[in-house]
């Protein structure tokens, strides 16, 4: 006989931020063991927890070692798997609660984004095959030194879904304070619709592309071990969006765009009348990259003003706009010339399908659709299965609706441009 | 050369209750080792903290499992020693922090009162070899199975005691809010004074007698490993009190009484009319003892009302009077006949010193201090070196004033009954 299927949950901090809500889970949790499951459990730290401790080592000192952060913030999900674990038991459950040193993840040292190198899953196996259900802390674990490291953000995403791999587990549920993965934004675009089935490839570029629901690293590990994911909400029944790897699926519909996202923290810089001389792109960037600042979308014209000269602009996260410009300056000073000049006023639009790869005519049907409703297209990137748009951050929301019109996204199981 | 002596500091949960406390210890630690030592630092959860997560837990289940106590309640212990390591850090000193899994104490698998069964000191030893203060969460160990245990009340104090021990410590400081263990309770006894030496057995009967500076368990530990006890204040730098071994100390001043403690949360018992045959007592305290009530003194005698019968009069803490009066009517029934009586009404005086040993009359000089007063005794219970009289509650202060001052306690370097 087999054993019964394996699920393994995750439940964020604001599902487990009071007793009350703790409890909700607990009963949640214990409903799908009498489906008849084996429960892992996943937790974040209760609501605002980290951010209370982040808070408290700043007024103690503002710039602490990292080893000793990855100490402090993982006490968040100990004291939350603890508790988790105490209600559960409160239901009449068996279970226990797992912290890095006894859940077998071992990461490199590189502390606050630790990467896990090694899981050894026997203890939780031997603990649900025990009938009982196990809470993990998510978001930390252990390091040949026996520290405590933490996975960075979205971290107890990644610890769900490498416990996932590890235990062979059947499915990983990640639960979280939406129905699941919606075409667009409800909140701008009132017609977007959930979305059932989405492939690993389209969740990867809609992570990064401003849609908050799940880290890119969870992701990445689920693609490559072909966990499915199945994100959904923790406050009722529902079914959410499953996350699945694309070759499993032939038969799955393909729309052209699958969803459309925006990023309204972007930022934008032009540097103008630099020389046009090998080496200029490479030295502004690499000053920038030197920074830690991260640049997405890039493009080089030549100059408006100069002839013989180049512009060269640029997007940044609204946060790194300042330091990127004090950057910049001074490298044009050293380049001999060029003005600088940003804005913090745009938006970064973007469409995401895998059925891009074989629909002709996306990327001028969203250009179109902008141009209609009168908004000017600042920058264009284009990948396989994307397409992103900067343009004025006042008409982002507009430029959302539109798009979503245009592809039809919002018909159940629409068929746009197939 | 030798290396520089290695100083063992704890300080309690006072200490680091605040960030500004907390850079005040850190101050201090910074001090002590300008001197010329290395520094291993023990510290206790801040402030509430501990009664914190123990409310929150109480919301969620009122009888959690211990196992899973234990790691919620280590959890504060881990968050303080984080952020005093982070605090030196902020001084300009080196400094990481250390929780169970990296502190080499090892212990049995016995949640919320575990024994240190092992520690391996090498990983602290290399940190302060290092010119590093080696910052440790007191309270707290691992059993066999990686699973985090706790060291039961005053826990701090024993993983302070037991690190001493492992790193062959000079001296183990214990910082606290009182200048020292005192002759009597200052709060009461307004010429009570600090005593500069006192004998760990002197220590562990005061420590049981009502004295709350210290628990029993880390001066056992402190006794049987010969590490000599520093009890000072955290708030300025004068030289508390001394524990330490008797025969080291030949030459050291020993009055026949060290100090006079007085413990309040005493109720009385008293079963009448009982049967006077064998088995009688061990039937009552057997059953005590299976609901884990610990009883103190005990007085047999005659029955005042009937002839041949006995009369049973014991002391329980305050918290068991009910527990302890419901489980002994119960037995008085099933030995047919006897009227339980209580009262949460005494209190119970003692004194203590080493002295009494070659001292004759101190016990007598006790009584009659007392009865000078107008005190009645209700019970009284002696060991070689302690003294304790049951007396009505509302008369405990006077008592102790009226036996500081027959014993002369508040005179510097007193010689009472020499």
């Given at each position: 006989m087999n054993p019964p299927p394996l699920v393994v949950m995750k439940f964020g901090g604001s599902s487990v931020a009071s007793p009350d809500r703790m409890k909700n889970v607990a009963r949640r949790i214990v409903a799908k063991k009498h489906e008849g499951n084996r429960c892992v459990v996943v937790v974040s730290a209760m609501g605002d927890t980290t951010d209370d401790l982040i808070d408290l080592s700043k007024k103690i000192n503002p710039d602490p070692t990292e080893r000793e952060m990855d100490l402090l913030m993982s006490a968040g999900e100990q004291i939350s798997s603890a508790l988790l674990a105490m209600a559960l038991q409160a239901e009449g459950e068996k279970a226990a609660a797992f912290f890095a040193p006894q859940l077998g993840i071992r990461t490199d040292?590189?502390?606050?984004k630790a990467r896990i190198v090694?899981?050894?899953g026997s203890r939780l196996q031997k603990e649900v095959g025990n009938g009982s259900i196990a809470v993990c802390a998510g978001f930390q674990g252990l390091d040949s030194e026996n520290d405590i490291t933490t996975l960075g953000r979205g971290g107890s995403d990644t610890t769900a879904v490498a416990l996932a791999v590890a235990l062979r587990a059947d499915v990983c549920e990640i639960y979280t304070d939406v129905d699941g993965i919606y075409t667009s934004d409800p909140r701008i675009v009132p017609d977007a619709r959930k979305i059932d089935r989405i492939y690993f490839d389209e969740m990867l570029e809609l992570a990064s592309l401003g849609?908050?629901?799940?880290?890119n690293r969870s992701i990445e590990v689920a693609k490559k071990y072909n966990v499915p994911l199945h994100v959904r909400s923790s406050l009722n029944n529902n079914s959410g969006s499953m996350i699945v790897?694309?070759?499993?699926?032939?038969m799955m519909e393909r729309p052209a765009v699958r969803a459309v996202a925006v990023d309204k923290d972007q930022a934008r810089i032009t540097a103008t009348?630099?020389?046009?001389?090998?080496g200029v792109a490479a030295k502004i960037f690499g000053s920038l990259a030197d920074a830690n600042i991260n640049v997405d979308m890039i493009v080089q014209s030549s100059s408006e003003q100069s002839a013989g000269k180049n512009d060269i602009s640029f997007t940044v996260g609204s946060t790194d706009l300042k330091k990127a410009v004090d950057r910049l300056k001074a490298v044009a000073v050293e380049l001999g010339g060029g003005h600088v000049v940003s804005g913090d006023d745009v938006a970064k639009v973007s469409i995401v399908g895998v059925g891009m790869r074989s629909h002709a005519g996306v990327a001028a049907r969203m250009f179109q659709a902008l141009a209609e409703a009168g908004i000017n297209i600042e920058m264009i990137s284009t990948s396989e299965i994307k397409v992103s748009c900067i343009i004025d951050r006042k008409q982002a929301d507009e430029a959302m609706r539109r798009i979503h019109a245009v592809f039809e996204m919002?018909?159940?199981a629409f068929v746009a441009a197939r």
């Open positions: 040292s590189v502390h606050t090694d899981i050894d849609a908050k629901v799940m880290m790897p694309e070759e499993e699926n032939p009348d630099l020389p046009d001389k090998p919002g018909q159940p």
